[in-house]
């Protein structure tokens, strides 16, 4: 199991999370100037959040999702330890001593020496 240090605090956006499931339907819009390997997607109850690219069968408009998806972030303070889970598109979905999982950007994160790659 890897585990990293938070160097960076993170905070998630104020807007809730949102989920699609493997073969369900959205519609994508702009890429993230900052992360361009998200775009902005809105799935079919309006709701909209910054997803990978790579889960979708389009690079615009209309597209069908490739995997699931949850957009939820993590919160963590500086110093925090963290279990890391899997990565996709520079971001960790991770875990915390009190067990809430989310996603933290790895730039975020220090890697612990000896732990698995």
Excluded: C
Aim: net charge negative; no cysteine.
């Amino acid at each position: 199991m890897r585990r990293a240090r938070v160097v960076v605090s993170h905070r998630a956006p104020d807007r809730p999370a949102i989920q699609v499931a493997r073969g369900e339907s959205v519609t994508l819009g702009d890429r993230d100037r900052d992360w361009p390997q998200f775009v902005w997607t809105t799935i079919a109850e309006g709701h909209g959040g910054w997803m990978p690219a790579a889960i979708f069968d389009a690079d615009h408009g209309p597209a069908t999702a490739l995997s699931d998806y949850d957009t939820r972030e993590l919160d963590a303070d500086s110093d925090e330890i963290l279990v890391l889970h899997y990565e996709l598109a520079q971001w960790w979905w991770a875990e915390n001593s009190k067990g809430l999982q989310g996603w933290i950007p790895a730039r975020a994160l220090e890697f612990l020496e000896g732990d698995e790659s």
